[in-house]
Each structure stands twice: as structure tokens, then as C-alpha cells.
């Protein structure tokens, strides 16, 4: 497969021996240790690489002096730590060389942001950048396959997502997807403390899949899955910070009957999303194609905003009862409050609520269709 360059390759060899650990955080198989590689490659630097999968770097980090580092780095200026959410206590281990060997430049990949940034939060404070690597997005597909291409292939990214493997592979994209799935989806997550129901896990996964792009009642959610309220909530924070779902909660500033407490669950990956409930018919087939295309904007915009210091906020917006009114997506930054309506038949006549509007006049607008999201991904 020929390298596709990702968006924060730049930045990142830009901080190069600048002082800060650059930790990349992202889902497994999304090209973390390919990107670093190809960044490392290319600095014309003597690079130590350890991988935290490997059982004889666990232990030899473990309890680790400066003395052991400098042995270990030898003369290397590059210190590469992938999949570092495996290796105990990682965090101070880095600090020491922070502090110590200061001319060294930490790069650490996890695939499990609840574990690696536990693990480097406190002993890092001050001297890294966080950066998140999730599967390619709309903008990396265009610089590479160009634009009118990539506008073309929507229905396919729908169906398939933007895995690298997936990506790679036209023809294959069901068999990488499922050995995705079958090989690595759960791994993190079952590895960490307290989650001990993998049946449960599993079908409360499914059950989001099937649920993308409406609200969540954690409630019937138990019911389903089997397992209390709480179990169910503390499983869909794992998730997310495994990288497998995300949620966008409900925007309330101004109306006594807007949703408050409601929020949407979508997934990181949409390829993912169907594999998970054995689903890959064209988009003429299926019945849930709007919602697709609802995941497949918002993730996409997200994609956008991963890296930025100060992203917007991001919420859908609704009014309690039978009838009503919402709106599928908004963002609100400090000088500004935007809001879309995405229809996947550019026919629909839809419009934006006019409750809405009287609540908030200075919001901005817009309905998204196939036929003019580019902007929305790539301005």
C-alpha cells in the first residue's frame, strides 16, 4: 500500500526537540506506528523504538533509573514508545527522561486514552502535547486520491469507513473489517480493570450500532444488554476512550422545555459500525442510510477539529414532547453559534425550526446534503 501522509505529520516534526513529548493517541490499526515511522524515518536521527506489546520491554522498563535509560538509548536522539497504555507506570518512566536527558525526543502512540493518560497526565505536566491519529479523514483522502475522486466515493466510506487496512485493500474491505473486529476491537478495553462482562460489552456495542444518530436511554439500554444504569454508562465512557464511540450531548441555553440531560452516541468509524452488526449492503439497500450519513459528517468534522487547541463545543439540539423540533448538529465557540440539519436526499424540504431561531438570532445556519458538504469538512 502506498503511504497516505496524515494531516499532523507536520506539526508533529515541527515540535521536534522542542522540549514537549509528543503523544499520539488513537484506535488500534489506525496507522499510529506507520505514521511514526514514516515521521522518524525521515529526520535523519538515530531513533530507539520500543513497542509496549512486547513482554520483554514491559519488563525492562519497569522500576527504570537514568542509568538504564542511557544504556538503553545508547545514541539514539529519538525515543519511540508505541502502544505505551501496556507498560506500567510508563509515565514517570518518561519523565525521568524529560528531565535527565533532555535532548532526547520522547514519541509515545496509545490506543486507549483512559490508560495512557492516566498514566502521563501528572508526571508529564508541562512537558508534553497531546495529539489524536484516528482513521483517515475526508481532507487525507482527498490530498491523495484528489477531491472529485474521494466527492465520489461517499457511499463507499459509508459502508466501509476509512480504516488504513480497509483503505488499502479495495475488494477485500468486509474481510479486513471483520479481522478488525474479531482481532483488536475489544482488546484494550476487556484488558482493563473492571470490565469483566464481555458478552454484555458486546452487546451493548451492537445495540449503540443500531442506535446511531438517536437518543440514548441508558434505561432501556440496561434492560437490553442486561446490566444495571451505572454499568452501562461507565462501559460507554470506556468505549469512547477507546476510541470506538463518541457522544455529542444536547445544547440547552434558553428554553425551559429544551432536552438537557440527552445525548447521541456515534462511532469513530462507520466500516467498524457495521461490521459490528454484520451489515455492508449498499447504500440503496439499507434502511438506516440517513443516520450513516449523519455519523459519517459529524465524525468527519471531528476528524477537523482533533487537533486544533480550542475546539468548538458539540452538541444536537431538541424540544421535549411528541413533536419536538431538533436539530441534528451544532457548535458553539466562544464568538460563535452555528447549527446544520443533514439530510441524505438533498430533496427533503427540511428547514431549520423556527423555535430555534427565535431562541438563538444570532446562530448561522445551514442544511447538509450530499451535494454541498465538502465545505463543511474541508473549510
Known amino acids: 500500500m502506498q503511504y497516505i501522509q496524515r494531516k499532523i505529520e507536520s506539526e508533529l516534526s515541527a515540535q521536534f526537540h522542542k522540549g514537549k513529548a509528543l503523544l499520539i493517541f488513537g484506535p488500534r490499526q489506525c496507522g499510529k506506528t506507520t505514521m511514526v515511522h514514516h515521521l522518524v524515518d525521515g529526520a535523519g536521527e538515530e531513533v530507539c523504538w520500543l513497542n509496549g506489546d512486547d513482554s520483554a520491554v514491559r519488563?525492562?522498563?519497569?522500576?527504570?533509573?537514568?542509568?538504564?535509560?542511557?544504556?538503553?538509548?545508547?545514541?539514539?536522539?529519538?525515543?519511540?514508545?508505541?502502544?505505551?497504555?501496556?507498560i506500567k507506570d510508563i509515565g514517570w518512566g518518561l519523565k525521568l527522561v524529560a528531565d535527565e536527558l533532555s535532548d532526547i525526543q520522547i514519541i509515545a502512540t496509545g490506543s486507549s486514552s483512559f490508560d495512557l493518560k492516566n498514566q502521563t497526565s501528572e508526571?508529564?505536566?508541562?512537558?508534553?502535547?497531546?495529539?489524536?491519529?484516528?482513521?483517515?479523514?475526508?481532507?487525507?483522502?482527498?490530498?491523495?486520491?484528489?477531491?472529485?475522486?474521494?466527492?465520489?466515493?461517499?457511499?463507499?466510506?459509508?459502508?466501509?469507513?476509512?480504516?488504513?487496512?480497509?483503505?488499502?485493500?479495495?475488494?477485500n474491505e468486509e474481510r479486513e473489517l471483520m479481522e478488525i473486529v474479531n482481532g483488536y476491537l475489544y482488546k484494550d478495553i476487556l484488558a482493563l480493570d473492571g470490565v469483566k462482562n464481555s458478552y454484555a460489552l458486546e452487546k451493548l456495542v451492537r445495540a449503540?450500532?443500531?442506535?446511531?444518530?438517536?437518543?440514548?436511554?441508558?434505561?432501556?439500554?440496561?434492560?437490553?444488554?442486561?446490566?444495571?444504569?451505572?454499568?452501562?454508562?461507565?462501559?460507554?465512557?470506556?468505549?469512547?476512550?477507546?476510541?470506538?464511540?463518541?457522544?455529542?450531548?444536547?445544547?440547552?441555553?434558553?428554553?425551559?422545555?429544551?432536552?438537557?440531560?440527552?445525548?447521541?452516541?456515534?462511532?469513530?468509524?462507520?466500516?467498524?459500525?457495521?461490521?459490528?452488526?454484520?451489515?455492508?449492503?449498499?447504500?440503496?439497500?439499507?434502511?438506516?442510510?440517513?443516520?450513516?450519513?449523519?455519523?459519517?459528517?459529524?465524525?468527519?468534522?471531528?476528524?477537523?477539529?482533533?487537533?486544533?487547541?480550542?475546539?468548538?463545543g458539540h452538541y444536537f439540539w431538541r424540544t421535549t414532547g411528541k413533536t419536538g423540533k431538533e436539530i441534528d448538529y451544532i457548535e458553539e465557540s466562544a464568538d460563535s453559534l452555528r447549527a446544520w440539519e443533514i439530510k441524505i436526499n438533498p430533496d427533503t424540504k427540511a428547514k431549520i425550526p423556527q423555535t430555534f431561531l427565535r431562541a438563538y438570532p444570532n446562530a448561522a445556519t445551514s442544511m447538509l446534503t450530499p451535494q454541498n458538504f465538502t465545505d463543511f469538512l474541508l473549510d
Open 59 to 86: 519488563m525492562q522498563l519497569e522500576n527504570i533509573t537514568t542509568n538504564n535509560w542511557r544504556h538503553i538509548l545508547g545514541r539514539s536522539t529519538i525515543l519511540v514508545v508505541d502502544e505505551a497504555q501496556r
Open 123 to 171: 508526571p508529564l505536566t508541562g512537558r508534553k502535547f497531546d495529539y489524536k491519529l484516528l482513521p483517515f479523514s475526508f481532507h487525507e483522502l482527498c490530498e491523495e486520491h484528489s477531491y472529485l475522486i474521494e466527492v465520489q466515493n461517499w457511499k463507499q466510506r459509508l459502508r466501509f469507513g476509512c480504516y488504513p487496512a480497509v483503505i488499502g485493500n479495495p475488494g
Open 208 to 312: 449503540l450500532a443500531l442506535q446511531v444518530g438517536c437518543e440514548i436511554n441508558v434505561s432501556e439500554l440496561s434492560g437490553l444488554v442486561g446490566i444495571d444504569g451505572k454499568t452501562v454508562e461507565r462501559y460507554i465512557d470506556i468505549l469512547q476512550k477507546c476510541y470506538i464511540v463518541f457522544k455529542i450531548g444536547a445544547y440547552s441555553r434558553n428554553l425551559r422545555n429544551e432536552l438537557k440531560k440527552s445525548f447521541k452516541v456515534y462511532f469513530h468509524d462507520l466500516g467498524i459500525r457495521n461490521a459490528v452488526i454484520g451489515n455492508f449492503l449498499p447504500m440503496s439497500s439499507r434502511t438506516d442510510a440517513g443516520h450513516l450519513w449523519e455519523n459519517f459528517l459529524i465524525v468527519e468534522r471531528l476528524k477537523k477539529q482533533a487537533n486544533i487547541p480550542v475546539p468548538p
